[in-house]
């Protein structure tokens, strides 16, 4: 058995932009929440695509078209089994936001009506907020929040309030990008179920991260981005029930999402098509394909073990670090691979500029989560992510940054 420290360094030799120098220092990249970086097998799967198969798919009845629509197909199910559902029930979209957006789009058009309840919650990333705002102004339907409580987690009473105003829809994060939770997505769609509503996890933060399977989750609907999980961007998913896409309307319309067309009207492709109008991002679904394979060959198990080990060495050295606040659990175990933190009288983008002269890329705002902001009151946070292919080590040039932050700022 490799030592996580040599299982980094095999993984590193596949990332090209690991080559490349940030401020004359090594780059340490903390900033895979926003996006991931490619291994070269990715990087050479979308070359490959345009040197070799470059055509439309779904429309060629040459030997070139039909082998990229075999690729495409291809693609589709290895992403489908991925996240543990049949490859008709994968929609690929341009990412997460995209697939929240279907879901409120096309099934909350057509399902919630004046007066009804849609539950989301207040640590939800924007793009699983807004879509549902404009809905419910639209349906006159009401939008309720499930509170979170100081420490970052879901609030069991606001939780039960929340599923007892018999809402239509349970929209939930599986893991906030910004306080790092992992909420239990499983019990929520059960109790969603229980509660006559359906169930949309929003799995941007989760995929990438950990072993996901939608039918033992139970969810009715998981949105995730390609290029948070190593792939390209530009392309995502929406896992939906089958039974449930059938029933849905399109969201977008146009070429390849329809059966038949005349100047009356027109009839609907089927599942997943009809959700996928327009020439689709090929290249990228051939490239997710392969960072799913490549992280099938890591294994998921160990995905999410490195960045638990990762997590419960970095969190208590920032939780003990004078004039430091950590937001967020602060049990390891409930985490996934994100740490928010600010330098208490230093402003998160003073922050990041510091640490980016050291070498190191972390994100500094609100992170598209305002509500979070709101709640702990204050503009923006500093964050750090990890993935598979950060050391342990880099904590250390981590803390070193932090208290060159203070150094430089007089604080702490
Ligand atoms: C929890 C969460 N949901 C949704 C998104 C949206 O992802 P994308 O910008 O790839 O659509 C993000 C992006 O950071 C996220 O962290």
Known sequence: MLSDQLVVERIRRDFPIFSRLENGKPLIYLDSAATSQR????????VEFYEKINSNVHRGLYTMSEEATEAYEAARANVSSFVGCKPEELVFTRNATEALNLVAFSWGRANIKQGDTILITQMEHHSNIIPWQILSAEK??????????????LDPVSVEEGLGKGPKIVAITQASNV?????????????????????L?????????????????????????GHKMLGPMGIGGLYGEFDLLDSMPPFLT?????????LEGASWNDVPYKFEAGTPNVEGAIGLSAAVNYLKGI????????????????????????????????????????????VEGVHAHDVAEIFDSEGITIRSGHHCAMPIMNK?????????????????????????????????????
């Open 376 to 412: 702990f009151g204050i503009p923006a946070t500093a964050r750090v992510s990890f993935y598979v292919y950060n050391y342990g080590d880099e904590i250390n040039v981590l803390m070193n940054a932090i208290k060159k932050v203070k150094r430089v700022f007089s604080v702490g």
């Open 179 to 199: 306080l790092g939770t992992i909420n239990d997505v499983k019990a929520i769609a059960k109790k969603a179920h229980e509660a006559g509503a359906i169930c």
């Open 254 to 262: 146009g070429g390849e999402m329809i059966k038949e067309v005349n």
């Open 39 to 46: 291994p070269i097998q990715v990087i050479n799967a979308v």
């Open 201 to 225: 996890v929003d799995g941007a933060q989760s995929v990438p991260h950990m072993p996901i399977n939608v039918k033992e989750i139970g969810c009715d609907f998981l949105a995730f981005s």
């Open 140 to 153: 006159k339907a009401h939008l309720e929040y499930i509170r979170i409580t100081d420490d970052g987690l």
């Open 299 to 342: 294994g998921m198990g160990w995905v999410r073990s490195h960045e638990r080990e990762l997590i419960a060495r970095a969190l208590p050295l920032m939780l003990d670090e004078n004039g430091v606040k950590v937001y967020g659990p602060t049990n390891p175990e409930q985490r996934g691979g994100v740490i928010s933190f600010n």
